[in-house]
């Protein structure tokens, strides 16, 4: 089963990508997180999309999609995959279903989790505050806001696309943890 996670910085989609790779074998697949490391390890990549992490802009759609489309390749996603950070414009979700018929592959669900804007910019000072010298480069009140505006204006726009395939399971992710991850038990038991 393929997966994509969905929803604005700070909805907690890594926490549930995290708990669905231990509980069921499915491959997280965190954007945010390979490009991390290509920065960490200063690779050729890495040292072209610093400052774009930084100030909280995308990264160009031919990067993502050549990363992702080569990552869904390997061993580990056989059993499936959890997309956590992508698609994060029409483009790419246009690319994805393109590469993914190409492999004879498909996405099962879309999970949306929902939340409440104020709320949401209270969770990721926290987790500033709580990461002190650890923090996120990019978790910081200023890119926050860029992050934010970019996600209104070119990563929702990804919803109708989903919306129109019917594959949107919408979940309320102001909840506990447990709630959240219990809710989508229940998608994938059904
Ligand atoms: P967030 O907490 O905002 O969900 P991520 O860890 O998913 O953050 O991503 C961090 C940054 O990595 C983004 O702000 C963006 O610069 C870059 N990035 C991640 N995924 C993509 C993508 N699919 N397309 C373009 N840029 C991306």
Do not use: W
Request: hydrophobic fraction near 35%; glycine fraction near 8%; charged fraction near 30%.
């Amino acid at each position: 089963m393929n997966l994509i996670i969905f929803g604005p910085p700070g909805a907690g989609k890594g926490t549930q990508a995290g708990i669905l790779e231990s509980k069921h074998g499915l491959k997280q697949l965190s954007t945010g997180d390979m490009l991390r490391g290509e920065i960490s390890s200063d690779s050729d990549l890495g040292k072209k999309v610093k400052d774009i992490l930084a100030r909280g802009d995308l990264v160009s759609d031919d990067i993502m999609i050549d990363m992702i489309s080569n990552r869904i390749d390997q061993d580990d996603c056989a059993k499936g995959f959890i997309l956590d950070g992508f698609p994060r414009t029409v483009a790419q979700a246009n690319a994805l279903d393109e590469m993914l018929s190409k492999k004879g592959k498909q996405i099962d669900h879309v999970i949306l989790l929902s939340v409440d804007e104020t709320a949401l910019l209270e969770r990721i000072r926290m987790r500033i505050k709580q990461s002190g010298q650890d923090a996120r480069a990019d978790d910081n009140e200023e890119t926050l806001k860029n992050r934010l505006e970019v996600y209104r204006e070119q990563t929702a726009p990804v919803l109708p696309y989903y919306e129109e395939k019917e594959l949107i399971y919408e979940i309320d992710g102001m909840q506990e943890i447990d709630l959240v991850s219990e809710e989508i038990e229940n998608l994938l038991s059904r």
